[in-house]
């Protein structure tokens, strides 16, 4: 890494902790990271010591899957600190050491996958810009009962979401118990369990594979995922949902890009907010107010979307109609 890296990655570092998480002279800091993100987390836990009381940082043997929980000893003492950050290769969001943590109202970001240029690009955008694009989607799914997704490829799927959570994810986490990714810039809910119907056409990247060589077909029945279809990344697919168990394929998210900095790169935590694209997660929801518990989660991409909430045209070819990004 050159010395302008190492000044970016530290200026974002900072960013990361004073602006997103709100860390304070008198709070406590925990950085876990893992072999494969040692540099980010070595970044992050420098800073904390200029900023915090005390910062700790821990390094974990990297997970193999998305959601699977952390060592036992790492999720207690995640649950002693006032801020916890996590720079790891395999996602800790979806896990109950978070949940754990966040209701003993410990403030929590998680950069699954998390790269420098991603660190650098995401952490420098205009947070109140993402704010505004965000709420702007909030407001339109009030009572909204469907979303439909449909584009060029083949994607037409209806999930049923009246009732459920809107979750806002800004990228600012600075009250007590709030949760979520850094970077970040979506909203996502959890549509109700074995009521989504129609087909995927995954067309951008899927997490744990990263950017498609082709397009993967996915045809979900009553909110499972039965068939997927396309070449090689397809069968790995298929292989990583399968590990878990029949829940794996269960529809658990919606979600919809809310970053105008962000851009596919194959890394799951920055696609996933890149404006003009939404996706559609399998397996865990229970961090979303579902009901599915099982230790994988994983996110697929899709591009260029005309999105109705109910019959209501949101969003055309990945614009969405009535804000300028």
Known sequence: ??????????????????????LKPEETLLIVTDEIKREIGQSLHEVGK?????????????????GQEPPALIAELMKKVDVVVCPTAKSLTHTDARRNAAKEGVRFGTMP????????????????????LTDYIVDKLQGVQNVRVVTAKGTDIIMPIGGRNILPSKGVL????????????????????????????????VSGIGMLEEPIV????????????????????????????????????????????AILTGHILEDEKVYGTIHVAFGNNLSMGGRISVSSHIDGLVKEPDVYFDDKLVMTKGKIIGFEV
């Open 1 to 22: 890494m050159t010395e302008t890296q190492k000044k970016e990655l530290r200026d974002a570092s900072i960013i990361a902790l004073r602006d997103c998480m709100g």
């Open 50 to 66: 200029e900023l915090c009381k005390e910062s700790m940082l821990v390094e974990i043997k990297s997970r193999e899957i998305n």
């Open 113 to 132: 996958g998390i790269n420098i240029d991603t660190m650098i690009r995401c952490l420098n955008a205009d947070y109140e810009k993402i704010i505004s």
């Open 174 to 205: 600075r009250e007590k118990g709030e949760s979520g990714n850094l970077p970040s810039g979506e909203v996502y809910m959890a549509p109700w369990e074995d009521k989504s119907n129609g087909k995927v056409v995954i067309d951008g990247s």
């Open 218 to 261: 996915i045809e979900v029945v009553n909110g499972y995922a039965e068939t997927i279809k396309g070449g090689k990344q397809a069968k790995q697919l298929e292989e990583m949902l399968d590990k878990t168990g029949r829940d794996a394929r269960a529809v658990a998210e919606f979600g919809i890009g809310t970053n105008y900095k």
